[in-house]
């Protein structure tokens, strides 16, 4: 059973950083890509980053590029994301996921507040 739970949200001002971090446990982790995704109120999930299984290879969603930065650690199965240069429109609960079992597993998420 894929368990995902995310910590490392709070409140920030513009301009801060969080580093959010994923412990996964309830599969190999180290032979499944990883993302993270964000919802606000009232629109949909999109996902902003992801990284491949042995971390080789990133991508990111353009409107966080080179201010987010995806990462992990297959020796302790966690995952992480660092935000750097955080704007308000960055506010939104942040979720870390995995396709093990055909479709999307994501954790509960953790909320990420960007504001003065």
């Known amino acids: 059973q894929v368990q995902l739970v995310e910590s490392g949200g709070g409140l920030v001002q513009p301009g801060g950083s969080l580093r959010l971090s994923c412990a996964a446990s309830?599969?190999?982790?180290?032979?499944?890509?990883m993302s993270w995704s964000r919802q606000a109120p009232g629109k949909e999930r999109e996902v902003v980053a992801a990284i491949s299984s042995s971390g080789g290879t990133t991508s990111y969603f353009d409107s966080v590029k080179g201010r987010f930065t995806i990462s992990r650690d297959n020796h302790n199965n966690t995952v992480y994301l660092q935000m750097d240069s955080l704007k308000p429109e960055d506010t939104a609960v942040y979720s870390c996921?995995?396709?093990?079992?055909?479709?999307?597993?994501w954790g509960q998420g953790t909320q990420v507040t960007v504001s003065s």
């Open positions: 309830g599969f190999t982790f180290s032979r499944y890509a």
């Open positions: 996921g995995t396709v093990v079992t055909g479709t999307a597993d």
